[in-house]
């Protein structure tokens, strides 16, 4: 099964598996585990979605539900490099910080080992000991932030 098929069945087992695995910081009840919403649930269940670009409104989880969804693909599919971009610095670094909160609040016997990680990236150790994943943010406007890279999924926000 090649990268891109894993990410796929990967994204069907996502509304089942990251209860067990992700905590999330919401704006009213502190640090909770992660349950899906129903769009963001719609969105791991539509087969015909692939290369999405994704209208949506404000404040549905998209880009928490993205963000975690590439964290399990670093866990779990070996060599996935995934990048999250933001129009500054500032809210690009938050976006990030989702998936660092949820890998410190991760129960032990899902944890994979870092290689190293940074306000600004996550890298997994490489095989045996973890999958060579990793997790990187940019902002918009950087001439060579992903430039030569290869990029197996984006989050634009």
């Given at each position: 099964m090649?990268l ?10 996502f509304?089942e ?6 905590h ?9 585990p992660y349950?899906l ?5 719609r ?9 999405d670009?994704?209208?949506?409104a ?9 963000i975690?969804?590439?964290l399990?693909?670093c866990?779990?599919?070996e060599g996935?490099n995934g ?6 610095r500032d ?10 909160l949820?890998l410190d609040?991760m129960p ?5 080992p870092?290689e190293?990680s940074?306000?600004d990236?996550?890298?997994?150790k490489?095989?045996p ?5 990793s997790?990187y943010i ?7 932030f ?5 990029i197996h ?5």
């Amino acid at each position: 099964m090649n990268l891109f098929e894993q990410m796929r069945e990967l994204r069907k087992k996502f509304p089942e598996l990251a209860p067990k695995l992700f905590h999330i910081r919401t704006k009213d009840r502190g640090i909770i585990p992660y349950n899906l919403s129903e769009a963001q649930k719609r969105l791991c269940l539509d087969n015909s979605i692939g290369s999405d670009i994704i209208l949506k409104a404000r404040q549905l989880g998209i880009s928490t539900h993205t963000i975690l969804e590439f964290l399990s693909y670093c866990m779990f599919v070996e060599g996935f490099n995934g990048v999250i971009i933001s129009e500054d610095r500032d809210k690009t670094k938050r976006l990030l910080y989702i998936a660092h909160l949820a890998l410190d609040m991760m129960p032990e016997e899902y944890r994979i080992p870092r290689e190293h990680s940074r306000e600004d990236y996550i890298i997994f150790k490489a095989p045996p000991e973890g999958t060579g994943s990793s997790l990187y943010i940019g902002t918009a406007g950087q001439a060579h932030f992903g430039r030569g890279d290869t990029i197996h999924a984006a989050h634009c926000s």
